[in-house]
């Protein structure tokens, strides 16, 4: 079992920046892949970015490439999301994710924190 816990959402200015954090508990979460995933109103949620489990390999989606940066510190189980130049579009609750297998794109992931809200105002 994993659980995760997001914080560090708010309310900024577009190009501004925020930076999400996910702790993570569990007794191997060490050994987990874990991504970030979003959802805006009335859109299904969408991949963002993922991290393997020894921070070797990280893949972004087209949209957020260059503008975010996702890393992993598995002494402190934290992973967390630097947001750069961030667009109003980037606005929605985002997501981490835990998952046995390092997974980009639609594929599932095994557990989810409860989500942090985005919001960039023009």
């Known amino acids: 079992q994993v659980q995760l816990v997001e914080s560090g959402g708010g309310s900024v200015q577009a190009g501004g920046s925020l930076r999400l954090s996910c702790a993570a508990s569990?007794?191997?979460?060490?050994?987990?892949?874990l991504g970030w995933f979003r959802q805006a109103p009335g859109k299904e949620r969408e991949f963002v970015t993922a991290?393997?489990?020894?921070?070797?390999?990280?893949y972004y989606s087209t949209s957020v490439n260059g503008r975010f940066t996702i890393s992993r510190d598995n002494i402190k189980n934290m992973v967390y999301l630097q947001m750069n130049s961030l667009k109003p579009e980037d606005t929605a609750v985002y997501y981490c994710?835990?998952?046995?297998?390092?997974?980009?794109?639609?594929?599932?992931?095994?557990?989810w924190g409860q989500g942090t809200q985005v919001t960039v105002s023009p």
């Open positions: 991290i393997s489990w020894s921070g070797g390999s990280t």
């Open positions: 994710a835990a998952n046995p297998t390092f997974e980009v794109g639609g594929h599932p992931y095994e557990y």
């Open positions: 569990g007794r191997t979460v060490s050994s987990y892949a």
